[in-house]
């Protein structure tokens, strides 16, 4: 899903939006499709491009200072390029109280990050913390893109990221 | 009928109220002052700051008192010690990342930070040693700049623009202490309207550049006026230091202007602090335009007026007070008389969530004054007439430089102006006038609304008013005339308005139903 | 069960039965396990029978705030003419918490049946499932099978043949727990940012899109068709101790023991026993040390206040906490309290939505006093300052976030001050390095 490429087209393929107005028959207001068409767009470049956010605005009708404020406020719309493949670890109490730090650690070596937030030189990967993603009992989880893997091991981390090239 | 209305206790005080009234303006009726940041009686209500937190008996919890109804039988305390510690709590909390840019900040001396915070705040900080959270300054358009760091988040800025500008261009963007407003990077804050941002934020997060720097607010004396720029008339406050006027910004009325005032009324101030003003009266002998005392000046005018046979054609300015066009007309009663008032016009711009209210085509103050006054032929038939006229009374008007010509090819020109203007020849007489900022008056807005006007600076030189320089000469008329001796006096004697004083309009003016046969 | 273990004998499988059955999943595997036969009940029923079956069985919010689900029903008008909807709550991100995702990716059908049955409780006709934008997964099973029940007919214009409409749209999130308060997950679905709102007005006045709403957790609609097909009376006699806490319920438990899971319990079970015994207790060599039973915004019980005491509503707030969520976090005397205390404070600060000045200011300011301590920095002083603090964003605000990061705060300070003042002596060595 994520990619470093320039984003290409608008978000609104006829085909997207197809769905995106299918959709609108189950809000009564078009704003309500905001953080759909948001998900759309990541979707689409990999993350939530000025263009798109101009181009959602205009669709769903509504202020593109609307949607800019709620792009900033939701976390999990990037509003930069990421890396190929995103990784999102949780490090909240739970997960902390039980080795959640070594895992970071083990994912920033293996990736070649080097530190949260950062990509890796060659485009692969970026980690970063989040809180807590939901899993306490099978720690460590973390998010790769949109696979949701649980109970992750420092000694795991390297065979895990084989999987995503 | 009368609405329906509660009854309750604030800070012992007993109070009526109607139904629906919140705590916060409720305690207004008690005389008391309930602490505030994000509450404006002109937006909607988020009751984000947490300031008006206020103790109701009976409730478990404080409530915010800017958007909980006023309920019969309640007892509030808004200075109860609970209050207090919770106002000063968020004083705390507000001061923690805000800076102390006092020494550099505008907004010191007017800001409602710094009042409360001197009023209920704690003397010292308890957050120590760590960095403030710190955000670039940011220009937002044309006279705004935003300072995120010393911005409280009160949000009242969005809402203006969203609400009441109805145009969205700010936003809360990020959230949790790394919140700050954003704005639309493809726009800029160049609403009409768009200034009133910088009197709605409580601190200095929000200036104008165009006052940037420019004075300190205890240093400025403010005085109570109406915007001179269009029909609208909306109450404005002339802030001076040291005589020079430095800014206009808006005053309450809720039935004019609310608490606004548009942008190109706001920036149109420099003309009040004009250097090259006419100082001197000077009648024309032998010639030449000589200086004369005040007296002789009155004379001539007196004179050259009784001597008028034919039609005198009264060109007025267009931000001529009521008392000068009136007893400009009262010196002129009886003759052929054809008045007329310079209007520029211009764009209008509404300010779509507030009804009727404008920047309006007619950039003239007192239009509708000028009108019930007699003042209301069209400025292209009054030039017309110029060339068959006997006399051209001129009261401060503007001229294009086709219409300066045509004046000066008239036969006999007094000119009462605050400006020289060489383009005229050799008038009569030229007799210097003080400007609407430089005494006192009255301008009738477009609703009909008599609203009043204060002296914010000293008139230059010998500059009197335009009605006491008109109404001495009408005195010099008839021995039994007495002139006014204040402008309320001159504006009571002049009878469109039916005797109305000065006093009568207070500070908020009042609506005089138009005479029958005004157009 | 206690999923992903086996499920223990101290257990009651009722929500949990078919945790781990793939089949389950599936409409017609929902079906063949008795699925949908509570729907059929209920479109037979008037909305007032079936408001009063739930409130007979006692049922209280599964989310945190324990309100008798029934009488929030009750609360919706009847005759006034405007859509009314409801709103599944699966937002679930409180620390600790992680029962309801298993709900979704299990037994979604059990969810859909819940909501529909509550739609028509309530006289609405739409139901938005909001879910947490990090349930990739639950959300995807979610989605499959609420396409099923609109192919098989089971949700649509003519819901199982009855003539009425009901309708099911699944509406994720996207980063940010404080979408899980009700007004602010109304928000969310709204396109706006997840801002709580202020109440009055409250959801059954006007809610969603203006209009009567009644918001609802995964686990609490989960339970309603057993409710209805069972009885109401079979569900308020589950209950062990306090006749004011009937049913089951998942406990996510997690952190020290040997087997952190989803367990389903009967109220009341002693705590002791589900930590001890259904988790197997803690690792070799371990005591325990705390519990925070019902999620990170509640209070922290010592080992102590843990023995004898109840997993109920009541048993909990006797002993100075709550139920909450029913997520657990069990820490052993391996833990840092100090640490892990400023590690929720800061998920606090990062989660503020910026509204109100105590919160956005507050929880940032208390995990900076709790890393600097942590730094070997702190002076005795800072623990009276981060009480006031406290004080200061309990009570104060527009929703409870603010009051949530108060509560480790207090409690910690309170019952774990020994390991403060290590720290504040220098006794212990500084657990964080940089600022």
Request: aromatic letters at 6%.
């Amino acid at each position: 899903m994520s990619h470093q490429a320039a984003p290409v087209g608008p978000v609104f393929t006829p085909e997207r939006r197809a769905q995106l107005e299918a959709l609108a028959q189950r809000y009564p207001t078009r704003q309500a499709l905001l953080l759909p068409a948001l998900w759309m767009a990541q979707r689409a470049h990999g993350w939530v491009t000025p263009e798109a956010i101009a181009e959602i605005a205009e669709v769903l009708e509504v202020s593109t200072a609307h949607v800019q404020g709620v792009v900033s406020f939701y976390t999990m719309y990037h509003t930069h390029p990421v890396g190929r493949h995103f990784i999102q670890v949780c490090t909240t109490s739970p997960c902390h109280m039980c080795g959640a730090a070594d895992v970071v650690a083990a994912l920033l070596e293996h990736t070649g990050c080097g530190e949260l937030g950062a990509t890796s030189p060659d485009g692969r990967f970026t980690v970063v913390e989040v809180e807590c993603l939901g899993a306490c009992g099978f720690v460590t989880p973390l998010l790769i893109d949109d696979d949701f893997v649980e109970s992750v091991t420092p000694a795991g981390v390297p065979e895990l990221l084989a999987r995503y090239p | 009928m009368a609405d329906p209305t509660v009854r309750l206790t604030i800070d012992g005080t007993s109070v009526e109220v109607p139904k629906g009234t919140m705590l916060i303006e409720a305690a207004k009726q008690a005389g008391v002052v309930v602490p505030h940041y994000c509450y404006h009686p002109s937006l909607p209500s988020p009751a984000v700051c947490r300031m008006c937190l206020v103790e109701v008996e009976k409730l478990p919890k404080m409530v915010p008192a800017c958007v909980t109804p006023a309920g019969d039988g309640q007892v509030v305390h808004v200075h109860s010690p609970a209050a207090q510690k919770a106002r000063e709590g968020v004083l705390e909390f507000l001061l923690i990342n805000h800076p102390l840019d006092c020494p550099i900040c505008d907004q010191a001396g007017e800001c409602e930070l710094q009042d409360f915070v001197f009023q209920e705040g704690q003397a010292g900080t308890r957050y120590a040693d760590y960095p403030k959270r710190y955000n670039p300054v940011e220009d937002f358009g044309p006279d705004v700049l935003y300072i995120p760091n010393r911005c409280i988040l009160c949000t009242r800025c969005v809402r203006f623009m969203d609400h009441v500008a109805e145009t969205p261009v700010l936003t809360v963007a990020e959230r949790g202490d790394r919140a700050f407003i954003g704005i639309d990077p493809a726009h800029r804050l160049d609403h009409p309207w768009s200034g009133n941002v910088v009197d709605l934020c409580p601190v200095g997060s929000l200036v104008s550049k165009d006052f940037l720097h420019k004075a300190r607010a205890w240093d400025l004396d403010k005085t109570a006026s109406i915007c001179p720029g269009c029909t609208q008339g909306c109450n404005i406050m002339i802030d001076t230091r040291d005589d020079v006027v430095v800014r206009l910004r808006p005053r309450p009325n809720l039935d004019v202007n609310r608490h606004f005032m548009c942008d190109t009324g706001r920036a149109d101030y420099r003309w009040m602090n004009r250097g090259d003003r006419q100082e001197t009266p000077l009648v024309a002998r032998e010639g030449a335009l000589h200086p004369v005392e005040w007296d002789a000046a009155i004379a001539t005018l007196a004179r050259e007026v009784e001597a008028t046979a034919g039609r005198t054609v009264l060109l007025v300015g267009r931000r001529s007070s009521c008392e000068a066009i009136g007893w400009a007309m009262r010196l002129l009663e009886g003759r052929d008389v054809l008045a007329t008032m310079a209007v520029p016009m211009g764009d209008t711009a509404p300010l779509a969530g507030i009804p009727d209210l404008a920047l309006r085509a007619e950039r003239a103050p007192n239009l509708e004054g000028a009108r019930r006054l007699g003042a209301s032929a069209r400025w292209v038939d009054a030039l017309e007439m110029v060339p068959e006229a006997d006399l051209v009374l001129m009261l401060d008007a503007e001229l294009s430089d086709a219409d300066a010509a045509t004046i000066a090819g008239a036969a006999r020109v007094i000119h009462l102006t605050t400006v020289a203007d060489p383009r005229l020849g050799r008038p009569l007489a030229v007799l210097p006038v003080t400007t609407m900022a430089e005494e006192t008056g009255v301008f009738v807005n477009r609703d009909g609304r008599a609203q009043r006007f204060l002296p914010a600076r000293t008139p230059p030189g010998m500059a009197r008013p335009a009605w006491s320089v008109l109404a001495a000469a009408w005195a010099e008329g008839a021995p039994e005339r007495r002139a006014p001796s204040t402008a309320a006096e001159a504006f009571a004697m002049l009878e469109p308005f039916g005797g109305l004083t000065h006093r009568d309009l207070g500070f908020g003016g009042r609506t005089v139903p138009a005479p029958a046969g005004v157009a | 069960m206690g999923w992903p273990h086996p499920i223990h004998p101290g257990e009651t499988p009722v929500l949990s039965t078919h945790f781990g059955d793939p089949e389950a999943r599936t409409h017609a595997g929902w079906v063949a396990r008795g699925g949908y036969a509570a729907l059929r009940q209920a479109l037979a029923m008037t909305p007032e029978a079936i408001v009063e079956e739930v409130k007979a069985s006692g049922l209280r919010g599964r989310g945190g705030a324990g309100f008798p689900t029934g009488m929030k029903w009750s609360f919706m008008p009847k005759d006034d003419g405007k859509p009314h909807y409801l709103c599944c709550n699966a937002d679930e991100s409180e620390p600790g918490t992680f029962k309801d995702r298993e709900i979704l990716r299990w037994t979604p059908h059990a969810l859909i049946e819940g909501c529909a049955i509550a739609c028509l409780g309530i006289r609405a006709e739409t139901c938005y499932i909001f879910v947490r934008g990090e349930y990739t997964e639950p959300a995807d099973i979610l989605e499959a099978a609420v396409a099923e029940a609109y192919a098989a007919g089971t949700l649509g214009a003519d819901a199982l043949g009855s003539g009425r409409r009901l309708d099911v749209i699944v509406h994720r999130g996207a980063g940010a727990y404080i979408c899980g308060e009700e007004t602010a997950l109304m928000n969310a679905i709204e396109g706006k940012r997840g801002n709580p709102r202020i109440k009055p007005p409250f959801p059954a006045v006007a809610g969603l899109f203006g209009m009567p709403t009644t918001i609802n957790n995964v686990e609490t609609l989960a339970a309603v068709p057993h409710i209805l097909v069972r009885g109401a009376a079979w569900y308020a006699g589950l209950s062990r101790s306090s006749p004011k806490s009937t049913g089951t319920k998942l406990i996510s438990v997690c952190g020290h023991v040997r087997r952190p899971g989803t367990y389903e319990i009967t109220m009341g079970l002693p705590m002791d026993e589900l930590i001890f015994d259904l988790c197997g207790g803690m690792h070799d060599g371990r005591s325990l040390k705390a519990v925070i039973p019902g999620g990170s915004s509640v209070p922290i019980l010592t080992a102590a206040e843990v023995a004898g005491c109840p997993t109920d509503y009541e048993g909990i707030a006797a002993a100075g906490s709550l139920l909450g969520s029913g997520g657990m976090i069990v820490m052993d005397d391996s833990t840092d309290m100090v640490f892990q205390i400023m590690r929720l404070a800061r998920f606090y600060a990062h989660e503020s939505c910026a509204q109100c000045t105590n919160c956005r200011e507050g929880t940032a300011w208390t995990t900076r006093i709790l890393e600097r301590i942590l730094r070997g920095e702190g002076s005795p002083s800072d623990l009276d300052l981060l009480l006031d603090i406290a004080d200061n964003m309990t009570g104060r605000t527009i929703c409870v976030l603010s009051d949530s990061c108060a509560t480790p705060v207090i409690s910690g300070i309170r019952k774990f001050r020994g390991e403060f003042d290590a720290y504040l002596s220098g006794d212990r060595a500084p657990a964080l390095v940089e600022a």
